[in-house]
């Protein structure tokens, strides 16, 4: 009998036989409250004390420890094997049905049961650790493993899908690689599309990101580092960088801000954005994100860290310029005038986005010399009907606007076409003929919102749209002149910021001739021979290589 | 106290320009039309040159400090006590200095701009930009400056192109009718107004620039260019609107902006233009406020000036509603008491530490 069936040692009592080959624990119904409650004490173990309890010798001991600590859930699998000849070598297969590759797991489980090779290497085990090597060698056809001791490690290796192994008799197990979850594809980024360039976008798993850089830059200075940060949710951090290209401070910097993190959960690369940035208080991002893996290796290139967090396609970069949120990717694959022009009109629309309302507002409330006698006939007389002056019309506009564009962007696709019938008509048409605003209110709310959709960083665009607001108010009170302060003021505080501390606005204050290859006009490829100056001040030169010649006659 | 604010080179010329223009290109061409009437551009380029000379005093100044600002230095010169007290005459030049810029902001905006509107909120928003500034700090400002300095260039090549037709050459004419002395009346009014406030440069320079040695070169080249816009801006004026409206408007410039037709839809866009000085004048006014903070905090050897700043600016902003009780008292005191007043500390102060630095020296050797 004990010849002939190979799960022999797994016929428990307490394992229900699911199929031929998978055992799952059986589930006992528990009063909801007592999970609860043992909920609460694994966030408190795990929040004030990390784990540190080392493994037991007996099999049965460390097994009982982990059904009650993961509180029996369901998708904890453990099968226990014998394995050696004649079965005497007791052991233990642990890991998270739905992480763990089923498959790979099945496989070295019916290799250790039928493959004699090591069979009577476990017979003359009768040394302890010859034993532990025998099933570590039977676990090579699993992905690398590491040995562990106590059960933080277990159960950190458990739940990011590796597979444990612990065998009976000893204190030790073995974690061996497993991961496999079923995750998005790799598909064209949302957020960032181009016309020409990779169609490729980064997905939620860590992995899948990693390997796509690396298809990038082929190159062993690539270095890449990995962290888990978050108490409870132990998410794998990532940073990237070029040996050799990056500036060490700066890997330095983000390594030491990366540690200071001390938070339960990181759910998205947002989180860690707030934590390390280096001003907590100001509208603008110091540290931008991007979902293409080629914006990726070009930051990498010209020395930057990329900071990959497992669970997010949004991929943090640091240190960050305000010049990096109007620079896309396709710039730099499309012709170099072309990029340029593109680029000038990012600024322009910049400039629209943020003061084109408080502008109308400035004109129309005190400064109408400014316009030709018969535009200003024609915009009295829209207005004439119009009860309220140009600031709450404008203000009511840009709200209503900002409304529709959230609505836009939450509700289900197919309601969103009901969103931009009633905005176009109501706001389109309805409110001028009702008199609530003027046509050119209209005009100008549009200009406005087109502009800040030209602005290629996400996270600026959204911070302009704030500001609009402040820039209206100043303008309604102060005419032109709050309009300036207010330029003023606001450079002031952009000079004031500093990314990883690299100076926000460099290159344009402080000043580098050098840099200006790469902002508002984009050079051809043959004529940036150098590396940004400020990130990094020992390897600038990025290529030799004059101007294509044409061929001799 | 000194902090460790750094400064690059072009920073400083840049800072140095926009201090010299300050509320000088407002204000001159009427100062200058009033003493030496169509040679008033003569006066601009004979008071350029005396900048350019009080400059190089102040560069020789410089070389005998070259890492102490002026306060150190006067301590380290006359005696902590004597030092000190000439430190604190030095500091009031600079809160005058800044509350009158600021309330020329909010004169100019109250009579030209938008006369409805109290002459206190003017100056409240405008001193809290200062305050702003001041918080962040000298690299900050400086940087500030380096980013709004293309702008300008722009607002100012605009506004001078747009008027090369409406030059009328004979309003210029005759060249010298009344001499030479009334030119140089002219061109002393214009360095008291330009270069002699340029001593509470001695704050940040030498100490505060990166590459002590080519500080001075920064300094004559921010004068330099700044004077060539005064130039441009008081011969405009002189040429299109005539020596008699030029000296009776209190802002001929501004007078200058409304000259520009444009194809009949560029037309008064005098406001735009005022752009070029709100740029300046928050500058002049931030530096002599920058100037008189730090040389306070210095003074009372307090760690950092930034608790001085929002007092500071409070008082700044109240002061200067009452530094001139009227407009005719400003122009009287700006044409009467000033000259000699910044004469005092533009040059005798300056002259007389360079006489005193130089004993000194010997007397160590």
Known sequence: MKDRDPFYYILQPDFVLMNRRVYKQTLVARPSYTLEIQRKEWMHMTNNHVQTEPLKDKLEDNLNKIRNELGGSDDIIIREIGFGKDRIAHAAVIYTDGLADTKLITDFILDSQTQGNHAEEIDHATDEDNLLDALKSLALNLGDHKEITDFAGLYSNLLSGNTVLLLDGFARGIAAGTQGWKGRSVSEPVAQSVVRGPQEGFTETLRTNTSMVRRKIKDPNLWLETMQIGKVTKTDVAIMYIKGIVNDKIVEEVRARLGRIDIDGILESGYIEELIQDEAYSPFPTVSNTERPDSVAAELLEGRVAILVDGTPFVLIVPTLFISFFQTAEDYYQRADISTLLRIIRFISLFIAMVGPALYIAITTFHQELLPTQLLISLAAQREGVPFPAFIEALMMEVTFEVLREAGIRMPRPIGQAVSIVGTLVIGQAAVEAGIVSASMVIVVSITAISSFVITGYSMAISIRMIRFVIMGLAAAFGIFGIVVAMIALVLHLCSLRSFGIPFMSPFAPFIPADHKDTIFRFPHWAQSTRPRLINQKNTTRELMSRPTKPEK | ?365
């Open chain 2, 1 to 365: 106290m000194t902090s460790n604010a750094k400064i690059s080179i072009r920073q400083f010329s840049v800072l140095i320009m926009f201090y010299t223009i300050g509320t000088t290109i407002l204000v001159i061409p009427s100062s200058l039309a009033a003493d030496a009437k169509q040679n008033a551009w003569i006066a601009a380029i004979a008071g350029w040159l005396l900048g350019l000379l009080i400059v190089a005093v102040y560069m020789v100044l410089g070389k005998l400090f070259p890492h102490m600002n002026i306060i150190q230095y006067l301590a380290h010169v006359l005696g902590k006590w004597f030092g000190k007290l000439i430190a604190l005459g030095l500091i009031f030049f600079s809160f005058i200095g800044a509350a009158t810029v600021i309330f020329y902001m909010g004169n100019f905006m109250t009579t030209q701009v938008m006369p409805e509107t109290p002459i206190e909120a003017f100056i409240v928003l405008f001193a809290s930009l200062i305050v702003l500034g001041l918080r962040l700090g000298l690299e900050v400002l400086a940087r500030t400056a380096e980013i709004l300095f293309p702008w300008f260039v722009i607002l100012f090549v605009i506004l001078a192109l747009f008027l090369i037709p409406e030059i009328e050459l004979e309003k210029i004419m005759p060249i010298t009718e009344f001499g030479i002395k009334p030119i140089m009346k002219g061109a002393v009014s214009y360095a008291s107004y330009s270069s002699l406030p340029l001593i509470v440069f001695f704050m940040i320079y030498p100490a505060s620039l990166n590459r002590n040695k080519e500080a001075g070169k920064a300094f004559f080249i921010g004068t330099f260019l700044g004077g060539i816009f005064v130039i441009i801006v008081t011969f405009l004026s002189i040429s299109i609107l005539g020596v008699d409206f030029t000296e009776r408007n209190m802002y001929p410039s501004y007078a200058l902006g409304k000259q520009i037709i444009i194809g009949n839809f560029i037309q008064r866009v005098e406001i735009l233009i005022a752009g070029i000085w709100f740029m300046t004048i928050f500058f002049k006014s931030a530096l002599y406020a920058y100037s008189f903070v730090t040389g306070l905090a210095q003074i009372f050897e307090c760690k950092d000036y930034r608790p001085l700043v929002l007092p500071s600016g409070m008082i700044l902003a109240a002061y200067s509603l009452i530094v001139y009780p009227d407009v005719v008292y400003m122009m009287d005191f700006d044409t009467t008491v000033y000259i000699p007043f910044s004469l005092v500390f533009g040059l005798l102060l300056p002259l007389m530490l360079l006489g005193a630095g130089i004993l000194h020296k010997r007397m160590i050797k």
